[in-house]
C-alpha cells in the first residue's frame, strides 16, 4: 500500500474561486508529480518537482501553479478555477525519474 | 512522435476466464515499460516494470511480456475475478531526458462479469 494521500477527494466549486489540492507523502521520495486525467483518456502531466524548491511544469499546459516547500508535501494551486478545470487530478511520487511511480487516490473536481 | 496504443479499448470477460492486453508503442529511446491497474476513482497501482532485457515478468495472476524489438507488450491475466475489473494502463519510460518521461496509454478498460 503506498503511502501518498490526497484531499480533498471530491470537489466542487463555482468559477472564480481559488482552491488548493492537497497531497503528501510519508516515503521520503524526492520526486513528486501532478497529473490530470479525463475519463477515458490517458494522463498527462502538469508539475513535477526533483526535491524541495524545485519545481517544472510538465507535458500539458496548465493555469495551475506548485510549490515544494517540504519534501512530503507538494500542493497544487488554481488561483481562479474554471469549468475547463473540471478533472481528475493525480499526485504520484517516486525514488528516482525512472522508478515506479506510486499515485494518490485522486481529487476529482468539478468547476460550476 | 512518442506514443502508446492499447488494444482493446474495452473487454468484458466472464469469471475465471483468461484473457490478453496488448500494448504497443513507438517511444524511443526504451527505458523500461510498466503495466498499471487503475480502479474506477482511484489512482493507478504498479504491477510490473520491465526494461529492454526482461522478456515476461508475473505477479501473482498477472504475466506481463515484452518484445523489445517489435515494440510490443502484453498484460495476461489469468483465472480472472470480479476484482480484476479495473482500467489497465501501458507506460512506457524513455531515456530521452533526465526526467525519465513517462508515455500513457489510454488503457484498457476490463469487466468481469459474474
Known amino acids: ?112 | 512522435k512518442n506514443q502508446v496504443e492499447q488494444s482493446p479499448q474495452s473487454l468484458i470477460i466472464l469469471e475465471g476466464k483468461n484473457c490478453t492486453l496488448q500494448c504497443n508503442y513507438t517511444v524511443s529511446p526504451f527505458s523500461n515499460l510498466r503495466w498499471y491497474k487503475q480502479d474506477t476513482g482511484r489512482g493507478p497501482v504498479s504491477l510490473t516494470i520491465m526494461t529492454f532485457s526482461e522478456n515476461t515478468k508475473s505477479n501473482g495472476r498477472y504475466t506481463a511480456t515484452l518484445d523489445a524489438d517489435t515494440k510490443q507488450s502484453s498484460l495476461h491475466i489469468t483465472a480472472s475475478q470480479l476484482s480484476d475489473s479495473a482500467s489497465y494502463i501501458c507506460v512506457v519510460s524513455d531515456r530521452g531526458s533526465t526526467l525519465g518521461r513517462l508515455y500513457f496509454g489510454r488503457g484498457t478498460q476490463l469487466t468481469v462479469w459474474p
Open chain 1, 1 to 112: 500500500e503506498a503511502d501518498i494521500y490526497q484531499t480533498p477527494r471530491y470537489l466542487v466549486i463555482g468559477t472564480g474561486k481559488k482552491i488548493t489540492l492537497e497531497c503528501s507523502q510519508t516515503m521520503g521520495h524526492d520526486k513528486m508529480y501532478w497529473y490530470q486525467q479525463d475519463p477515458g483518456m490517458e494522463l498527462h502531466l502538469i508539475h513535477y518537482s526533483y526535491g524541495v524548491n524545485s519545481t517544472e511544469k510538465g507535458d500539458l499546459s496548465s493555469e495551475s501553479t506548485v510549490s515544494r516547500i517540504r519534501t512530503e508535501h507538494f500542493p497544487l494551486t488554481l488561483e481562479s478555477a474554471r469549468p475547463s478545470h473540471t478533472s481528475q487530478y493525480l499526485c504520484a511520487s517516486s525514488e528516482s525519474g525512472d522508478d515506479i511511480q506510486y499515485f494518490g487516490a485522486g481529487t476529482r473536481l468539478s468547476v460550476l
